[in-house]
């Protein structure tokens, strides 16, 4: 009996480590443009496993405005990545979502508010 939930624990924990979802990072910019009351979003997206670098979007938005981006694989079995970038109408922060999902599996969700330069 010890030895098979011995076995049954070994054979839980494996399975969760081995259900790897990744790690990923999201370095994001937002900064007022020349224009009135435009904005340039900057988002780079990388695994921190591999390095690699997903997508690193520029995304230039009004005022009072939402911007909304899917970057879809290349490859069949590969990442998605959607982002998400509201900005107020007398704005001073803003917040990015992000989500990477597999096969419509979601991997990870991120958020993060920043101050807008």
């Known amino acids: 009996m010890k030895r098979s939930l011995a076995a049954l624990a070994f054979f839980a924990f494996a ?22 009351n435009e904005y340039l979003c900057t988002v780079t997206v990388s ?22 981006v899917t970057m879809t694989p290349e490859k069949p079995g590969g990442r998605e990545v959607d982002l998400r970038v509201p ?9 990015v979502t992000l989500e990477v999902r597999r096969a419509g599996e979601v991997l990870a969700v991120q958020k993060t508010s920043i101050a807008i330069r």
């Open 87 to 95: 900005i107020a109408s007398r704005p001073s922060r803003a917040t």
């Open 47 to 68: 695994d921190l496993e591999t390095g690699e670098v997903l997508t690193a979007p520029q995304l230039s938005l009004l005022a009072g405005s939402e911007a909304h």
């Open 15 to 36: 399975s969760l480590t081995n259900a790897s979802t990744g790690s990923y990072s999201m370095d994001t910019d937002v900064t007022k443009t020349d224009r009135p």
